[in-house]
């Protein structure tokens, strides 16, 4: 490492140990066995910050070793700890409330093979509510824009909870600008795209990719609910065929399969995938239809090699099945999930 990066006082920028510690401890390790501990940042006379502490966008320049992260088993207001005795005292004093999980906001550079950085940890309990998560979400992406960190999108995953959280974050947006697009069918509204801004800053909030290709994936899996189409079908059993016929899905991945992976959702929304149920099942023409849809659906999202406009068709296209689907169903009668459990919103990315 080059000499340059030390300042005034021979100690290495703070960040550079965040970083380092945060990605991988024993990068840390490595630091100390290359500079000494003399050069390295003392925790005796250093303040930590065991919280989101907001205000640590602001002090962190200043400090020579400050991390953003709250103590893992602990909820409720920051502590402030100046030397490893004041953590001690604040253990054996019973005032941390147990946390039950640990919830991370992470930021992503747009760019392959760039790691996530952990921007802020919080131990929170089961029975935090939107409102207060909502509240250190919108705390966070303002301290990073005060910070000249351009964010341009939010992304979590499907669950209630969180899309409350993005639904008040939209509220406490700046300024919303609307943009219309002619919908094709008869005697349609035109659809409206909202454009969130912060400040000066447009912040599109949307369904993790990711999560989204899983829910697809897991939504086939249901043995109690079939998916129903007005001349086909979409179940288990014809998933299942593709793994046990020498079709590109491993065993795995149909029985005995861990829900959250990414990979068995990757495969299955794969173009060989699609290829082989075309050879093989060309019957099957609603678990084809499905798997194109969706899986286009988040390829618009991740692909790097196609241009805006056939994201924007390929998103236009999923917005109009979903939208046939559902009059369907309701003409025919078919239940659908209740609203507030339903896991694509598909109307409020739009309307």
Known sequence: ??????????????????????????????????????????????????????????????????????????????????????????????????????????????????????????????????????????EIIDGLISRNVKVRSYACDGTAVERSVQRLLAEKATRVVTHYIVHPGLSSSPIQVRILFFGDHPIAIIQDPKHGSKTCCNNVFSGARVITFPRHIVMYSQVRSIAFENGPLYHRDVEKLDHQDDNAATRLFSGWTLKWLNEHHPEQLGLAVYLFVFGELIDAYQNRHISIIARVRMVLRTFFFMELWEKYLNLAGYAKAPRETQVFRWAENFR
């Open 1 to 138: 490492m080059d000499p340059v990066g030390y300042n005034e006082r021979g100690i290495l920028p703070a960040d550079i140990f965040t970083v380092s510690f945060l990605i991988s401890p024993n990068s840390l390790v490595t630091c100390f066995a290359s500079y000494g501990e003399a050069n390295l940042p003392s925790l005796l006379d250093a303040h930590i910050f065991f919280t989101i502490a907001f205000n640590n966008y602001h002090i962190l320049p200043e400090k020579r070793f400050s991390l953003p992260l709250q103590f893992p088993d602990d909820t409720g207001e920051p502590y402030e700890l100046a030397d490893p005795k004041a953590f001690e005292d604040v253990v054996k004093s019973g005032k941390l409330e147990k946390a039950t999980k640990l919830r991370l906001w992470c930021l992503q550079v747009p760019v392959p093979k760039v790691p996530t950085i952990i921007v802020a940890a919080l131990g929170i309990s089961n029975d935090l509510d939107a409102e207060t998560l909502a509240g250190y979400t919108y």
